[in-house]
């Protein structure tokens, strides 16, 4: 089993910068592909950032996000990070991380281990 754990969440000013971690633990995560994916009020869980944990750090990004938010990862810490700069209202989400193996790494069914999820909030 593998287990996530998220934090870093919580209240902002619009145009300000949040760090989120997600610290795993259980497994070794050598082969696993981590990401992020966030669920606004009312609307379908999506994909924000995934990063593969070999084959060099190969990062995927939503289209619609980049520029603004980066992921990256701790291998001594088993812990991925997503860096979100210039947050917008419409950021507003709980962001949730996931790990996974071979799969379309935007697809949410790619991913058998999830966070709780930690909530973002951007005010205008």
């Known amino acids: 089993q593998v287990q996530l754990e998220e934090s870093g969440g919580g209240l902002v000013q619009a145009g300000g910068s949040l760090r989120l971690s997600c610290a795993a633990s259980?497994?070794?995560?050598?082969?696993?592909?981590m990401a992020w994916f966030r669920q606004g009020p009312g609307k379908e869980r999506e994909f924000v950032s995934s990063?593969?944990?070999?084959?060099?750090?190969?990062?995927a990004h939503a289209d619609s996000l980049k520029g603004r938010f980066t992921i990256s990862r701790d291998n001594a810490k088993n812990t991925v990070y997503l860096q979100m700069n210039s947050l917008k209202p419409e950021d507003t989400a709980v962001y949730y991380c996931?790990?996974?193996?071979?799969?379309?790494?935007?697809?949410?069914?790619?991913?058998?281990?999830w966070g709780q999820g930690t909530q973002v909030t951007v005010s205008s």
């Open positions: 996931a790990a996974g193996l071979a799969g379309d790494p935007r697809r949410p069914t790619t991913y058998p281990y």
């Open positions: 259980g497994r070794t995560f050598s082969s696993y592909t």
């Open positions: 990063i593969s944990m070999s084959s060099g750090d190969r990062t």
